[in-house]
Protein backbone atom coordinates (compact mmCIF):
# COMPACT_ATOMS: atom_id res chain seq x y z
CA UNK A 1 0.00 0.00 0.00
CA UNK A 2 0.94 4.12 -0.72
CA UNK A 3 1.87 5.84 2.27
CA UNK A 4 -0.96 7.97 3.88
CA UNK A 5 -2.14 10.70 1.54
CA UNK A 6 -2.77 14.35 2.41
CA UNK A 7 -6.47 13.23 1.00
CA UNK A 8 -7.56 10.62 -0.90
CA UNK A 9 -9.27 13.33 -3.16
CA UNK A 10 -6.08 15.35 -3.85
CA UNK A 11 -4.51 12.23 -5.14
CA UNK A 12 -7.76 11.66 -7.68
CA UNK A 13 -8.02 15.39 -8.34
CA UNK A 14 -4.15 15.02 -9.18
CA UNK A 15 -4.85 12.52 -11.70
CA UNK A 16 -7.70 13.95 -12.70
CA UNK A 17 -5.82 17.42 -13.86
CA UNK A 18 -2.78 15.25 -16.09
CA UNK A 19 -5.73 13.23 -18.18
CA UNK A 20 -5.87 16.33 -20.38
CA UNK A 21 -4.99 14.48 -23.55
CA UNK A 22 -2.24 16.76 -23.97
CA UNK A 23 1.10 15.26 -25.35
CA UNK A 24 0.19 11.54 -25.95
CA UNK A 25 -1.64 11.34 -22.11
CA UNK A 26 -5.10 10.04 -21.86
CA UNK A 27 -8.22 12.25 -21.98
CA UNK A 28 -10.24 10.85 -19.17
CA UNK A 29 -9.76 8.45 -16.00
CA UNK A 30 -11.49 5.55 -18.43
CA UNK A 31 -8.91 5.53 -21.01
CA UNK A 32 -6.26 6.08 -18.44
CA UNK A 33 -7.90 2.99 -16.48
CA UNK A 34 -7.21 0.84 -20.24
CA UNK A 35 -4.07 1.67 -20.80
CA UNK A 36 -2.87 0.72 -16.92
CA UNK A 37 -4.97 -2.92 -17.71
CA UNK A 38 -7.04 -2.17 -14.46
CA UNK A 39 -10.50 -2.13 -14.34
CA UNK A 40 -12.38 0.91 -15.65
CA UNK A 41 -13.59 2.29 -12.81
CA UNK A 42 -11.14 1.04 -10.38
CA UNK A 43 -9.27 4.78 -10.69
CA UNK A 44 -13.17 6.26 -9.32
CA UNK A 45 -12.78 3.95 -6.12
CA UNK A 46 -9.39 5.42 -5.38
CA UNK A 47 -11.19 8.23 -3.37
CA UNK A 48 -12.18 5.71 -0.77
CA UNK A 49 -9.81 3.11 -1.02
CA UNK A 50 -5.59 3.37 -1.22
CA UNK A 51 -4.55 1.82 -4.73
CA UNK A 52 -1.19 -0.32 -4.71
CA UNK A 53 2.32 1.51 -5.05
CA UNK A 54 2.24 -0.60 -8.60
CA UNK A 55 -0.98 0.82 -10.14
CA UNK A 56 0.37 4.40 -8.85
CA UNK A 57 3.65 3.90 -10.75
CA UNK A 58 1.62 2.46 -13.81
CA UNK A 59 -0.73 5.19 -13.78
CA UNK A 60 2.52 7.97 -13.18
CA UNK A 61 4.49 6.27 -15.94
CA UNK A 62 1.22 6.63 -18.33
CA UNK A 63 0.82 10.56 -17.15
CA UNK A 64 4.77 10.85 -17.50
CA UNK A 65 4.72 12.36 -13.66
CA UNK A 66 6.48 10.62 -10.50
CA UNK A 67 4.94 8.79 -7.82
CA UNK A 68 5.60 11.38 -5.55
CA UNK A 69 3.49 13.95 -7.44
CA UNK A 70 0.37 11.79 -7.26
CA UNK A 71 1.05 11.12 -3.73
CA UNK A 72 2.36 14.51 -2.31
CA UNK A 73 1.90 17.06 -4.64
Known sequence: ???E????????????QLCDGQQGRPDNLVELA????IAKHSIYKW???KPTY???FEVAKVLE?????LIEG
Open 34 to 37: ERVD
Open 1 to 3: MIK
Open 5 to 16: LTTQEQFLDRIK
Open 65 to 69: TTVEY
Open 47 to 49: NAQ
Open 54 to 56: DKV
